[in-house]
């Protein structure tokens, strides 16, 4: 079956580091990759996603690219805010024969980011 | 545009009852998908409804069932609540056209004592 691993947290960076968290993932077919973020208390909201080899999804200074030779999507920052401290998961979607995909959601473990001023 | 919603936002239940969380998609989406996330742990993915019938099921027991209504609103019901039911449970919405594209909804957060 499917599944995803993100590297142990939890991370702890100055405000201006560069951050990397790594997700590596085990899919049949070509599966959509996704980061999401969650806030204390809340729900989780799509960070960016890539749906095919060498895509790079981006969104608010996050990057991550869809390798499908290594089967990693890591996060990657290149200065992180005190406002980035949450928790991100790693996720990819099923794909069916066919190409087709329900959208069923494999998640990481998730990884903590806690950034100080 | 409202987003997913969720009710209630908590709830505390004694083993053995019986608990009905609902969820209300976005605007436009007729696809409702629910998943349980224990805490400090990923959500896992408990099951799909679409033109209301269940369509796709994670590795969850029986006691976990569901309802899709014609407005395209869910429930999720867990019967005889167990201690390991303890967690907050997300409710995500979709489209058919774009199913890949996930919104989810803040949580219920269920207590089992």
């Known amino acids: 079956g499917n599944s995803v691993t993100q590297m142990e947290g939890p991370v702890t960076l100055s405000e201006e580091a560069f951050l990397t968290i790594n997700c590596t993932y085990t899919?049949?077919?070509?599966?959509?990759l996704f980061w999401y973020v969650q806030y204390p208390g809340e729900g989780l909201q799509l960070l960016l996603k890539a749906t095919k080899a060498d895509d790079k999804g981006s969104n608010k200074g996050f990057e991550a690219t869809y390798r499908k030779e290594t089967t990693s999507f890591h996060l990657e920052k290149g200065s992180v805010q005190v406002s980035d401290s949450a928790v991100y998961f790693c996720a990819l979607s099923d794909m069916h024969a066919g190409g087709t995909s329900y959208g069923k959601l494999t998640f990481g473990q998730g990884t903590i980011l806690t950034v100080h001023p | 545009d409202a987003g997913v919603t969720q009710s209630p936002t908590h709830l505390i239940k004694t083993r053995g009852q019986q608990v009905t969380l609902r969820c209300s998609p976005k605007s436009g989406h007729d696809t409702v998908s629910w998943y349980q996330q224990a805490l400090g742990q990923g959500p896992q993915f408990i099951f799909q409804?679409?033109?209301?019938?269940?369509?796709q099921r994670g590795n969850f027991p029986d006691r976990f069932s569901g309802h899709q209504f014609p407005n395209y609103s869910s429930e999720l019901n867990v019967n005889a609540l167990l201690l390991g039911d303890s967690a907050l449970y997300l409710c995500a919405s979709s489209s058919r056209l774009v199913p890949h594209e996930q919104y989810f909804g803040p949580g219920t957060r269920l207590t089992v004592t």
């Open positions: 899919a049949t077919g070509y599966p959509s």
């Open positions: 409804y679409y033109e209301e019938e269940e369509r």
